[in-house]
């Protein structure tokens, strides 16, 4: 089973800086790496799919790098509105799909 | 329009058996794996498990096999979640969810399952 850790745990930054979030992966499965953006009382929503692809809707300020076992997703500019937990998730071929434990991010 | 709506919240007692549901609508039914999360108050998404609803192949997460069954009934594209004892630890929001190719992402709206004495 691929173990997924992220950090930092939680994030705070102002209004227009960069925020970085790292999924580290206890094994190698390429690049199929998904992140998700959940906000209170409502489903995840797919903002990464494939490591770097963004999802449909999802404004261009986030973007996803990585492969192997380290990945990456940057929001260019925190905006209010980008205030949630982020996930991310392995989606190999190879079951479970685990997710990470998240990542909050607050504006200061 | 493509939709996974879920069936409402339920409160259950220890022991006690369920079985939730999702209904799925505006695509084919047959071509895509339909997924189960949990999400237990205030923690994190925990995957559980898939199905393919064209054949029913299955795959559950260590943490979740033998505790629940997913299946399907492609006659009313519905996939099922359900117990035959639950437990207390099984107080959570549990989320169904189908994946269409180009980054294109389906989610019920969640059924919470309370079990408590």
């Known amino acids: 089973e691929i173990e997924l850790t992220q950090s930092p745990a939680t994030l705070s930054l102002s209004p227009g800086e960069r925020a970085t979030l790292s999924c580290r992966a206890s094994?190698?499965?390429?690049?199929?790496l998904a992140w998700y953006q959940q906000k209170p009382g409502q489903a995840p929503r797919l903002v990464i799919y494939?490591?770097?692809k963004r999802a449909p809707g999802i404004p261009d300020r986030f973007s996803g790098s990585g492969s192997g076992t380290d990945f990456t997703l940057t929001i260019s500019s925190l905006q209010p509105e980008d205030c949630a937990v982020y996930y991310c998730q392995q989606r190999s071929i190879r079951p479970p799909l685990t997710f990470g434990g998240g990542t909050k991010v607050e504006i200061k | 329009e493509v939709q996974l709506v879920q069936s409402g919240g339920e409160v259950k007692k220890p022991g006690e058996s369920l079985r939730i549901s999702c209904q799925a609508s505006g695509y084919s039914f047959t071509d895509y794996w339909i997924n189960w999360v949990r999400q237990m108050p205030g923690k994190g998404l925990e995957w559980m498990g898939r199905?393919?609803?064209?054949?029913?192949?299955?795959n559950y997460s260590p943490s979740f096999d033998g505790h629940v069954i997913i299946s399907v009934d492609k006659s009313t594209t519905t996939a099922f979640l359900q117990w035959s004892s639950l437990k207390a630890s099984d107080t959570a929001k549990y989320y169904c969810?189908?994946?269409?190719?180009?980054?294109?992402?389906?989610w019920g709206q969640g059924t919470l399952v309370t079990v408590s004495s």
């Open positions: 199905i393919d609803p064209s054949d029913s192949r299955i």
């Open positions: 094994q190698s499965f390429g690049s199929y």
């Open positions: 969810m189908t994946a269409h190719p180009g980054g294109y992402e389906y």
């Open positions: 494939e490591a770097s």
